[in-house]
């Protein structure tokens, strides 16, 4: 669910700012709102996002061109974009990266008609973590799984290895291995 429209109101609720403690609770409270399946990441799928998404704690401009921190965050818990000077402590990233896994975790589950196993959703949540959430949701992968094309879906994920419109390596090689997950019974 994109949560920016509700800390915008959340925001003009309390006077234009919202303390860490606000965003927190705030955050506690939209997850309650999320239905659906529920699974979650094993340590199989963490270990592959962070095998390919490294610790900064300076914010960077990743191969996309997009400003990103900690473990491949993109947008703050609070829905602010990262921008070029932000930096976090290594503390701050875990807590990034937790919230980003939870919110793609809804992303998938929610966007699942078909029941997938560990495997199968580690590597989704993978994919997802990378290429966000719109993404995925339009993704020829989804619809394809959906129509339990399980096989053809798999195909897929290669698709997903360009960045600003050429073919990067490490994407290359994330695709493989989230394809391999995916395919592992």
Do not use: H
Request: with cysteine.
């Amino acid at each position: 669910m994109d949560r920016k429209p509700f800390f915008d109101a959340a925001r003009v609720l309390a006077g234009g700012r919202l303390t860490q403690v606000q965003v927190d609770q705030l955050n506690k409270a939209a997850d309650g709102l999320v239905t659906g399946s529920s699974m979650t990441t094993s340590q199989t799928g963490i270990n592959l996002i962070t095998s390919f998404e490294n610790l900064e704690l300076k914010a960077y401009l990743c191969p996309a061109g997009v400003w990103t921190i900690g473990f491949g965050t993109t947008v703050y818990p609070d829905a602010t974009k990262v921008k070029k000077g932000d930096t976090c402590t290594a503390e701050q990233a875990k807590a990034y990266f937790a919230y980003d896994l939870k919110r793609f975790e809804n992303v998938v589950n929610n966007g699942l008609t078909v029941l997938v196993n560990q495997n199968q959703f580690d590597a989704l949540i993978s994919l997802t973590y990378n290429i966000g959430e719109t993404a995925f949701k339009k993704s020829t992968l989804l619809k394809l799984l959906n129509a339990n094309k399980f096989t053809e879906a798999s195909d897929q994920f290669t698709v997903w290895n360009k960045g600003n419109g050429k073919v990067l390596n490490g994407l290359v090689r994330r695709r493989a291995a989230e394809r391999v997950l995916f395919l592992k019974k």
